[in-house]
């Protein structure tokens, strides 16, 4: 992208916390991202660590809402991740050196998939300072029917919210005290397609809508990407996750 675009871009990025680009694949770069990710859903599930497989019925196949750390078990999209196009934007909107963390793949099974609860992504990251960003990249169309992200203008300026336990799978933690008023009055939606990209920095408050459709699903991919200067408090971290994994056993 041109500098005077980059510089655009990392202005609103600053200033509401998110930003939208249309059209960041094109189709033949979609083509081939749906082809390598049905291959591994196929062919590959058995591959994948069990605690980095999310379903939203542990009983169900056909439910699956979530892969973890693909770039762990392909080749393809542990090139998406580093020295890539997706890793030179998070450079520009961070403003230093991005270290490429993971890539997921995220659903939302039609009729059966559930809201992602409002939260910040940094109660997960536990960065000081929270110099990092997510990227979300539409593999289909999303709108509020099967499942579009929501934002909180300029919520990433505002510090850490009290967060809470919840029962969605993948999710286990939100904003304990988000109501409707804050979501009517301040929240952007946005209308998404195959190769459209989102990316927030990891304070600003997001969700999004379940899956109401008949028979549509909601594909996505992920990326995180940490700044340089981020630094993880390991020892909360560690406890964090341990916790998770004893939720994951029950």
Not at 43 to 67: C, M, R, V
């Amino acid at each position: 992208m041109p500098v005077n675009t980059n510089t655009s871009l990392k202005k609103s990025f600053d200033l509401d916390g998110f930003i939208f680009i249309p059209g960041f694949l094109n189709h033949e770069e979609i083509k081939a991202v749906k082809a390598k990710l049905d291959d591994l859903i196929y062919n590959g599930l058995s591959k994948i660590a069990p605690h980095h497989i999310f379903y939203e019925d542990k009983n169900d196949p056909n439910t699956l809402k979530q892969l973890q750390d693909l770039q762990d078990y392909d080749p393809f999209f542990a090139a998406m991740l580093t020295n890539s196009k997706f890793e030179n934007m998070a450079e520009t909107l961070l403003g230093e050196k991005a270290i490429g963390k993971t890539i997921e793949y995220f659903n939302k099974p039609s009729k059966i998939g559930r809201p992602t609860p409002p939260h910040q992504d940094n109660f997960y990251f536990m960065l000081n300072p929270p110099q990092a960003l997510t990227m979300w990249l539409g593999l289909e169309d999303v709108d509020e029917e099967n499942g579009c992200v929501r934002y909180i203008r300029g919520s990433h300026l505002l510090g850490i919210r009290a967060h809470g336990k919840t029962q969605t799978s993948g999710f286990s933690q939100a904003i304990a005290d988000y109501g409707e008023k804050e979501s009517k009055e301040n929240e952007i939606l946005f209308h998404t397609g195959p190769g459209d990209l989102l990316i927030h920095h990891s304070m600003t408050i997001h969700r999004a809508d379940g899956n109401t459709s008949k028979n549509r699903t909601r594909k996505a991919l992920g990326f995180i990407y940490f700044g340089e200067s981020a630094k993880e408090d390991a020892e909360r971290k560690k406890a964090y996750q341990q916790s998770l994994l004893i939720d994951i056993v029950k």
